[in-house]
């Protein structure tokens, strides 16, 4: 058991999961389509709020259609935020569009409206922007939503990281007028891979399940009059969703605990946590804590003092500004680079559900004896 190793974050079945794969095996709808995928995205739709629903192969999937619906083509002018997963980014370059990378702000550690306004100032009006909700924090979606909504950009929301968080009564997912989940394995819930798009149109919708099903037109044999993806969930990964669904409030509840352990027992250490807005909701996906400048702890000492303890632990994502891959895209930032400043300060600490209380224990020991 004390050898065993913890994991940052690992897939966590709740039990339910067989017998929805059962009744996929018994009906032998194996294939993309069949009653899993309609009821993963009517559990998510109930569970959000979002109007519309369309199971994807992965979370990237979700991002691209949403690109592409919004009607993004090469050489088009997206913004995105600089601190977030590469996944949140890749999709504008599969569209050959131009990206612009816009800072976070302190205390979300997501994209700040001060430097978006900035950027459309240099810029001119992007025709999408993509928020991301970073580890689960909720980014200011409904300052960010006004000033899209003021220069006509399409508000696509990342919210990969962010299922079961909220602003208000807001679920995280229905702010943009497109929102991607993710069910990757590392995810909150998880379908082994998986995402969803959820749209607020219905005319959306249809075309988002066209494109991800090879863009078929109505006709008897297979016509195209459009370029089409392979991106649809399989009935059996949506099983397992179904499953999942059954104990997210549940994994939401063990995340927000594992969260406040750790910054109870380190509130005496020189470290800071990314904070929820008055009436936001976070799901603290992973709980990722930032040590204070000046502090000869650094995030590489953390990580690989845990590791020799056989315990996984990570940088905070590297901004996309900084990635050689994005080198010749812009960033726009306000009087100092945040996102460069937080991943040089920041570290995402062992976040599974299925730790013991135990295991967080030594972590927390571990942790407080480098500093
Ligand atoms: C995981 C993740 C994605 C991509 O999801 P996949 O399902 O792995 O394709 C996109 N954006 C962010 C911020 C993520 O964390």
Redesign the pocket.
């Known amino acids: 058991m004390k050898n065993e190793k913890i994991l940052l974050a690992s897939p966590h079945m709740g039990g339910g999961e067989m017998k929805y794969i059962q009744s996929a095996f018994d009906t032998n709808w194996i294939a993309p389509l069949g009653e899993n995928v309609e009821g993963f995205e009517r559990d998510i739709r109930s569970f959000t709020d979002a109007a519309y629903s369309v199971a ?8 691209h259609l949403a690109l592409i619906l919004s009607g993004i083509k090469r050489d088009d002018l997206v913004f995105c935020q600089s601190l ?5 980014a890749n999709p504008i370059a599969y569209c050959g569009a131009k990206a612009v990378f816009i800072d976070s702000e302190r205390d979300t550690w997501n994209m700040d409206p001060e430097a978006l306004k900035k950027a459309i100032s240099i810029y001119g009006a992007p025709k999408a922007v993509v928020l ?3 580890y689960g924090t909720p980014a200011k979606a409904e300052e960010i939503e006004r000033i899209c909504n003021d220069c006509g950009a399409v508000l696509i929301e ?1 919210a ?2 962010a299922l079961g968080s909220k602003i208000g009564e807001r679920a995280c997912g229905t702010f943009g007028a497109l929102s ?5 394995g ?2 909150i819930i998880t379908t082994s ?3 969803m798009l959820l749209c607020k149109t219905e005319e959306d919708a249809r075309l988002a399940l066209k494109l991800a099903t090879q863009a078929r037109e109505n006709a008897p044999w297979y016509q195209h009059e459009m370029i089409g993806y392979n991106y649809r969930m399989s009935n059996i990964c949506a099983g397992i969703g179904r499953g999942q669904m059954e104990v997210l409030p549940e994994r939401v509840a063990k995340k927000r605990e594992i969260f406040e352990t750790y910054r109870g027992a380190f509130r005496d250490l020189p470290v800071s946590w990314a904070e929820e807005q008055p009436g936001s909701f976070a799901n603290r996906w992973l709980s990722s804590m930032l040590i204070d400048p000046g502090c000869d702890v650094t995030p590489a000492r953390i990580i690989e003092t845990l590791a020799q303890n056989n315990i996984d632990s990570r940088h905070m ?1 590297k901004p996309m500004h900084l990635q050689p891959v994005f080198a010749d895209c812009p960033y726009v930032c306000m009087d100092e680079d945040v996102s460069a400043d937080l991943f040089a300060r920041g570290v995402c600490l062992p976040s599974d559900t299925k730790m013991t209380a135990d295991q967080q224990h030594r972590i927390i020991e571990i942790i407080k004896d480098l500093f």
Do not use: I, P, R, Y
């Open positions: 994807t192969a992965s979370g990237t999937a979700a991002l977030t997963f590469s996944a949140s991301v909700h970073l990342d990969a990281e991607a989940l993710s069910f990757n590392n995810k891979g998986g995402g994502w």
